[in-house]
């Protein structure tokens, strides 16, 4: 089945220890993005790949960071996590975003920092 | 970089009866305009799109229109149906990314 793979799904941390959620995608996609979405604010882009080892920032970068060594796996991380990134997080893929094509969700990460 | 505004924030509807939400864009430069449509828990999942070289496009209760010239682009559902119940997000597509709107919550009265 062609699907967007977040871990964990539920996650409560303490300020400042580090943590990564990672995603996979079974797609063959060159593009994956991540997104945090928080109410009244839509969903709001963190960081993209187009492609492997090509990432950049999106529109709230500060306090993220991503690797995409290999072209199924995009982990988000956090090194020092504050109370501020509580949030709900989804990872997306599509095909080549240049194309304009179906971007697809992973089912959501729901993060807690204390 | 691009900015995309969406109305309203909530609609309630009568079953039955027609939904429509808005959205208008900053950037002259998106080309692809799709609608997630998010059940609660869930993941948002993609209902339509429309692409810039196309005015209006429709499948089934729904259907999207597209304005390039204002910068807007609407979503129209008809014979709502309780199962239309969710939030709806926007969204306007440049070479790098696709931006949001801050979505819509439609709810759908028996």
């Known amino acids: 089945e062609a699907q967007v793979t977040q871990n964990p799904r539920y996650l409560i941390t303490v300020t400042g220890k580090k943590l990564t959620v990672t995603c996979s995608q079974n797609m063959n996609h060159e593009y994956m993005s991540w997104y945090r979405q928080d109410p009244g604010l839509g969903l709001r882009q963190i960081y993209y790949?187009?492609?492997?080892?090509?990432?950049d920032k999106g529109d709230v970068p500060e306090g993220y960071k991503v690797s995409r060594k290999e072209k199924r796996n995009f982990p988000l991380i956090l090194e020092s996590p504050s109370p501020n990134q509580t949030s709900l997080y989804f990872c997306?893929?599509?095909?080549?975003?240049?194309?304009?094509?179906?971007?697809?969700f992973g089912q959501g990460t729901r993060l807690t920092v204390v | 970089g691009e900015n995309v505004e969406q109305h309203p924030s909530t609609l309630s509807v009568q079953e039955g009866d027609s939904a429509v939400i808005k959205c208008t864009y900053s950037d002259s430069a998106s080309n692809y305009f799709p609608w997630y449509k998010q059940e609660l828990g869930k993941r948002p999942q993609l209902i339509i799109d429309?692409?810039?070289?196309?005015g209006e496009k429709k499948d089934q209760r729904i259907a999207v229109t597209l304005n390039k010239t204002a910068k807007h682009f609407s979503l129209h559902i008809t014979e709502t149906q309780p199962e239309d119940s969710a939030v709806y997000f926007c969204?306007?597509?440049?070479?790098?990314?696709?931006?949001f709107g801050s979505g819509t919550r439609l709810q759908v009265q028996p």
């Open positions: 429309i692409r810039s070289n196309v």
């Open positions: 997306a893929s599509s095909l080549r975003h240049t194309e304009n094509t179906e971007a697809f």
């Open positions: 790949s187009m492609n492997v080892e090509v990432t």
């Open positions: 969204a306007a597509s440049t070479w790098r990314a696709l931006t």
